[in-house]
């Protein structure tokens, strides 16, 4: 793939083609499946579907839907399967009619030169594609044949209507753009503003714009109501602080989109223990409109509890150079660790906040060094190892 041919850096991924990265052949532990894939397939099986019938009732959506080579199929036959149909209508009108028998110079056929239904099927090609060679043709002698030339010229259109319409779409699908749209291999939990949060990176490889882009988070988790309803795929909404201050996002670089561990978050009570063992994932959603082509696109990939990194922020990618603004897509997905908590948001409100928390707890990467170093100095004035 690109990321092998070092064109795209391994440590941020593509929508789709995450796929493609060879798996491990053990797993550490067990663990429910993924809903969202890190390529942004949802892991859904739609199984005991009685009412198959419905899927006809959207036949456009239903062929779009289906695969390119199914749809290929679809496309030869619908044409092979008409032109012989009207093949055979023609060689019946001829056969009715008596064109198929030799006659005199006076005798006027429905359809000119029509002597098998070889030639009947050809005949059947040329009124369909409109290509006209000039050796058939229809005459005014039968009116039925007529009004069978002008149904197989409206249902021509109809099929070319359809199957074209169907081709156009499928290589016009908005998920096509999601592949430049590119996600942090991990999410991070630090500090940010002394606040806890969680924080995900986004960018967009092409030049051209994602308009009105939008971001949206989710948890999906297992919970249980207070009157024992076990919800195994309980999804609870999570706001997130926008970089730009605004609903939508300004996607021309790379953008750290960040959730503020509050109350209202369902992150609130996870520690950095917690998180080990917490069977939980986050699914991002990025939506927007492409610029070029106005069909609304999405992206999606999702995180769980074993791509959150606790204890680490993501490092800076734009620089300036020659008078613009420069990204380098090799520090994507780079993180850092940084001095964080290691308790949950719920217990540092509880302490009066990460500064009370310092105080109290000797965060400061400094303060540590500091007492190491007056540790030392007490030891060696006393002699003591």
């Given amino acids: 793939m690109l990321s092998r041919k070092g064109l795209i850096p391994d440590d941020y991924l593509l929508t789709r083609l995450a796929e493609d990265v060879l798996q491990p052949k053990f797993k550490t ?6 809903f969202v894939s890190k390529n942004g397939a949802c892991n859904v099986a739609h199984t005991n579907i009685r009412e198959q019938g419905r899927f006809l009732l959207d036949v456009f959506t239903t062929l779009v839907d289906l695969k390119w080579i199914h749809t290929l199929i679809i496309f030869t036959m619908s044409f092979l ?39 009947a099927f050809l005949f059947s090609i040329e ?10 043709m229809v005459t005014e002698e039968c009116l039925s044949a007529i009004i069978i030339l002008i149904i197989q010229n409206i249902v021509g259109l109809v099929i070319n209507a359809i199957m074209l319409g169907c081709i156009f779409m499928k290589t016009a699908q908005a998920n096509r753009r999601a592949e430049t749209l590119i996600f942090s291999k991990y999410a991070v939990i630090s500090l940010r503003n002394d606040k806890l949060c969680f924080m995900v990176r986004i960018g967009d ?40 201050g605004t609903n939508g996002i300004f996607l021309v670089s790379p953008l750290i989109i960040c959730h503020v561990i509050d109350k209202t978050s369902p992150l609130f009570e996870l520690s950095a223990s917690d998180l080990l063992h917490e069977d939980l994932e ?22 769980v509890a074993e791509e959150i990194l606790w204890g680490q922020r993501f490092v ?43 105080l109290t707890e000797g965060l400061s990467p400094r303060g540590s060094v500091r007492r190491r ?7 060696s004035k006393t002699g003591s190892p």
Avoid at 286 to 302: H, P
Avoid at 373 to 379: E, K, L, N, T, V
Wanted: aromatic letters at 8%; one cysteine or more; hydrophobic letters at 40%.
């Fill in 205 to 244: 490889l092409r030049k051209s714009m994602i308009i009105s882009a939008t971001v949206r988070m989710q948890v999906v988790r297992r919970s249980s109501t207070p009157e024992g309803e076990v919800v195994p795929l309980d999804q609870i909404d999570i706001h997130m602080d926008n970089p730009v």
């Fill in 127 to 136: 009124v369909q594609v409109t290509i006209g060679f000039g050796g058939r």
């Fill in 373 to 379: 170093r007056g540790a030392a100095s007490r030891r």
């Fill in 81 to 119: 399967c008409s032109w012989l149909l009207f093949g055979m209508v023609w060689w019946l009108v001829a056969f009715a009619h008596g064109d198929l028998d030799l006659k005199g110079d006076d005798f006027v056929p429905c359809v000119t030169d029509i002597h098998s239904f070889s030639s």
């Fill in 282 to 303: 986050v699914i991002v959603v990025l939506e927007g409109v492409v610029e070029t082509t106005g069909i609304t696109t999405q992206a999606r990939t999702s995180y």
């Fill in 29 to 34: 532990k067990a663990r429910k499946a993924r």
């Fill in 316 to 358: 800076p990618t734009v620089s300036e150079e020659d008078g613009m603004y420069a990204v380098d897509y090799s520090k994507f997905g780079n993180t850092i660790k940084i001095p964080t908590p290691c308790c949950s948001a719920k217990k540092l409100d509880e302490v009066g906040g990460i500064a009370h928390f310092k």
